[in-house]
């Protein structure tokens, strides 16, 4: 299974890019989406911007206000718009996609899109 996560660039402080993870393989409406980011020199971000499988959305208190995930259903895709962005926004981001099935977590990976913030 592949995610496609694509839309990354060079941006100005307080500038917008919109990110976007598609898939071919997988029906991703049935499945909980989240962006990851991991920031030069750091651990990956654990707490994600998730669109779960019913809709609902969570934030990190880093994201609310500025960010807006959502679902393209009709070209099975999800949006990450990212609005004011801070030069502590800089950072790969990765989308996951996530379900439990049976006997398990159905669990795949984005190859990752850099998003670089200058101030």
């Known amino acids: 299974v592949q995610l496609q996560a694509s839309g990354g660039g060079l941006v100005q402080v307080g500038g917008s890019l919109r990110l976007s993870c598609a898939s071919r393989d997988i029906n991703m409406d049935t499945y909980a989406i989240g962006w990851f980011r991991q920031a030069p020199g750091k651990d990956r971000e654990g707490v994600p911007c998730i669109t779960s499988s019913n809709f609902s959305t969570v934030y990190p208190d880093s994201a609310k206000g500025r960010f807006l995930i959502s679902r393209d259903i009709a070209k099975n895709t999800v949006g990450l718009q990212m609005n004011n962005l801070k030069p502590g926004d800089t950072a790969v981001y990765y989308c996951?996609?996530?379900?439990?099935?049976?006997?398990?977590?159905?669990?795949?990976w984005g190859q990752g899109t850099l998003v670089t913030v200058s101030s």
């Open positions: 996951n996609a996530g379900k439990f099935v049976a006997g398990g977590y159905d669990n795949h």
